[in-house]
């Protein structure tokens, strides 16, 4: 079934790697010849499957699939939304593929259906589909189906109820009680109390145990106290992805229900809407050990041998953290190596009696990863706050449960590179002609956390701002590093109007990395500017790829000098590894699989339409847009090598002086640009009134920014006079 006939590539020939020959000339010197290299490069390749590679169907299972089709067509039809035929294939293949009868039940399927496929339509068509199907009762054999559905967003889950039930009613009527078809598995948020879901308004914070009736004198009047007695009641189970995690290996509590005739039956098709946690890092560094202390100290149990045991936990722990650092210590030297596992047992048996006695499960997950690490082993990585890293990857325990994945961009996330995953094949038919990236190279252009830096270059965050309130005029998506993102915002014009603004923020404001996945609020975007890139620290990458590409016996196989020898494989230079290339690759398609996700933000995702979309970015890597022009294809890609005169005078105006004043440029420079009205002034008097040397003015006048400004205002010089008393004036018409 994975054979050739099944490969499917993604991206084609990608060069990640380029070594340049070095010559040498006759007197000795050595130089690299920039026109002689070798390269190195790759296609990534997925098996993509049909239905019928995926499951056994037959002829009920098809007449359900075409059912799902006509109410997914039918709701395009009803929005006045064009279709086109790839999205009506996909409702049709998808369908098939989630009701067959699995012939691998250990794999999970991902259906890589682009942002805009109509991914929410067609859940929403499907389970509207279901619900008739669980209506009609002994008339079908989908009856009884039950099923579990699961998304980033609560508020999207809840949307999804409201239509549902505006859709179909009730399930079940008991006298005045109704019990619905679906029913939202709660968790705590920042917006639970604002929503009627928790009734303690003095939670800020989620906390471990919080909702539970010793913590929370609200509990027996909240839904958390019976939400889980209640939802068995009705087929569709709705959760959100940190509740899945939250459930793990225990989500097999929820797969039955019980139906109207009190008889139990199977829930057993559980669809994750978004990618879930694949990878299974935990940082390891002195914050970790006190979060641990605290758990400790702050834990609330009553009798006379607390006292006691919380002092055997703390010691315990104390002893430990010293291992820690004894260790951190020997490896201080290297930027990233390997450090092997050295015991079997970490934890006293003692002292797992004793947290479970007075904590229980809080936090057991960091008591895990430190025994983790001394037993199998960690990476070392000494950031500017040194710490180890855990490696891994999440052990889906979805047992007896039918698994789907729906991820836009699975292809080209590295993450999915397991044999636990298979993929549905869906052809992306749309082009992307309508697309165009605008790519800002010169070095000014640079919008990296460190050149965003505010206390260091205030200037960059203003001079962006100012060019995108000058640049557009239409609706425009603008993202940036959480840290930038009010700083920028206050100093844009027509927030909330012309640009978008995160609807989740008390005030205006535009969105932040890693806030955006899942939503469809910037839809009607037709351009998109994205202020930096949203990487990871080096060593992020690094363990993250040792955790999905790495055989973990070999890896932390004990040998002589082991961290000396990894160290040099991990070598690192500018944020790249010299020798370990895959490391690299995974960086790349991250960042792109990422910015991705962004452009499809706006109005890319309507794939009916075809009106010009505008993205404008800003000195990134050459890799990930190599990657990128060919996930779009054949969209339209210009470069600029020139400095915006935003960035260019802000780089003079936005310069901190000693005293908080401006100096002699920026005073000038002001006066010329605002302050001054065009009236005929003397060279000689502008001069004085800045003193401003000869030989000075010459350097100023000459300066690109001024030359800018005035050009801009149409600045005209003038000669009066003759010989000695010869003067020169500027003025504006």
């Not at 097999?252 to 879930?276: A, F, G, M, V």
């Not at 904590?359 to 983790?372: F, P, R, S, T």
């Not at 001054?676 to 920014?705: Q, R, T």
Request: glycine share 4%.
């Amino acid at each position: 079934m994975d054979g050739e006939q099944n490969k499917k590539i993604i991206i084609e020939d990608f060069e990640y790697k380029r070594e340049y020959t070095k010559k040498t000339t006759i007197d000795g010197k050595t130089y690299i010849d920039g026109d002689n290299y070798r390269y190195w490069s790759r296609d990534i390749v997925v098996s993509a499957l049909n239905p019928e590679q995926i499951v056994d169907i037959d002829d009920d299972i098809k007449s359900f699939a075409k059912e799902t089709q006509d109410k997914f067509i039918q709701l395009f039809d009803a929005r006045n939304n064009k279709i086109t035929e790839g999205q009506v294939t996909f409702s049709y293949d998808a369908t098939m593929s989630i009701m067959g009868q699995v012939k691998n039940p250990d794999k999970i399927t991902v259906i890589p259906a682009k942002a805009g496929f109509g991914k929410s339509s067609y859940i929403y068509s499907f389970l509207s589909t279901l619900c008739k199907h669980i209506h009609s009762g002994a008339f079908t054999s989908f009856s009884k189906q039950g099923v579990i559905i699961v998304t980033d967003k609560i508020e999207a889950l809840r949307q999804l109820e409201k239509d549902i039930y505006r859709e179909k009613g009730n399930y079940h009527q008991d006298g005045k009680y109704g019990t619905k078809y679906t029913y939202i598995l709660e968790a705590w948020n920042k917006n639970s109390f604002r929503d009627g879901i928790c009734k303690n308004e003095a939670i800020e914070a989620y906390e471990y145990g919080m909702c539970s009736p010793m913590e929370c004198p609200y509990y027996d009047k909240c839904k958390m106290s019976y939400q889980k007695q209640q939802q068995v009641y009705s087929p569709i189970l709705l959760m959100t992805n940190a509740r899945l995690k939250q459930y793990g290996e225990r989500i097999d509590e929820y797969s039955t229900w019980i139906d109207s005739n009190k008889k139990e039956q199977i829930r057993d098709i559980l669809i994750i809407d978004e990618k879930p946690i694949i990878i299974d890092n935990y940082r390891i560094d002195t914050n970790l050990f006190s979060t641990l202390k605290k758990t400790v100290e702050e834990t609330k149990v009553n009798g006379a041998d607390v006292i006691i045991t919380k002092e055997n936990l703390l010691n315990e722990l104390h002893g430990i953290e010293n291992e820690v650092l004894q260790l951190r210590n020997k490896v201080s030297e290297h930027r990233n190596c390997i450090c092997c596992g050295t015991k079997e047992s970490v934890f006293t048996d003692d002292f797992k009696e004793r947290w479970q006695s007075i904590i229980g499960y809080k936090n057991i997950d960091l008591i895990n990863a430190v025994e983790k690490m001394f037993n199998q082993g960690s990476l070392w990585c000494n950031a500017d706050v040194p710490y180890f890293k855990t490696l891994g990857i999440k052990e889906f325990s979805y047992t007896g449960f039918k698994t789907y994945i729906f991820d836009a961009t699975s292809e080209l996330d590295p993450d999915y590179e397991d044999e636990r995953f298979q993929f549905l094949n869906i052809e992306d038919y749309k082009n992307y002609e309508n697309v165009t990236f605008h790519i800002y190279w010169a070095k000014e252009m640079n919008m990296s956390k460190t050149a965003l830096d505010y206390r260091k270059n205030p200037w960059k965050n203003v001079a962006v701002a100012q060019w995108i309130n000058n640049k557009f005029k239409d609706k425009t998506y603008v993202v940036t590093y959480k840290d930038n993102a009010k700083i920028v915002s206050q100093h844009l014009k027509n927030l909330g109007t012309i640009i978008f603004i995160d609807s989740d923020e008390e005030r205006p404001v535009i969105p932040h990395f890693g806030d955006t996945k899942g939503s469809n609020e910037f839809k009607d975007a037709k351009n998109m500017v994205q202020i930096g890139w949203n990487k990871a620290p080096s060593d992020e990458y690094l363990a993250q790829c040792l955790s999905r590409n790495t055989v973990f016996e070999k890896l932390f196989e004990q040998q002589e000098d082991k961290a000396a020898r990894t160290a040099a494989i991990f070598e690192n230079q500018f944020g790249f590894f010299k020798e370990y290339d895959e490391a690299n690759i995974y960086m790349w398609r991250k960042m792109a699989v990422e910015f991705e996700q962004e452009v499809f933000r706006t109005c890319v995702r309507d794939f009916s339409a075809d009106n010009a979309v505008d993205i404008y970015i800003f000195k990134p890597d050459k890799k990930v847009i190599s990657l990128i022009r060919q996930r779009f294809k054949k969209c339209h890609v210009i470069n600029y090598n020139n400095v915006p005169e935003e960035f260019q005078q802000q780089k003079i105006l936005g310069r901190q002086t000693s005293d908080g004043n401006d100096n002699k440029i920026q005073m000038f420079i002001k006066w010329l640009k605002d302050e001054w009205n065009g009236s005929k002034i003397g060279i000689a008097d502008i001069k004085v009134k800045f003193e401003i040397s000869d030989k000075y003015w010459g350097k100023l006048n000459s300066n690109p920014v001024v030359k800018d400004i005035k050009k801009k205002r149409k600045v005209k010089t003038m000669r009066e006079g003759k010989g000695s008393s010869q003067c020169y004036y500027w003025y504006i018409k």
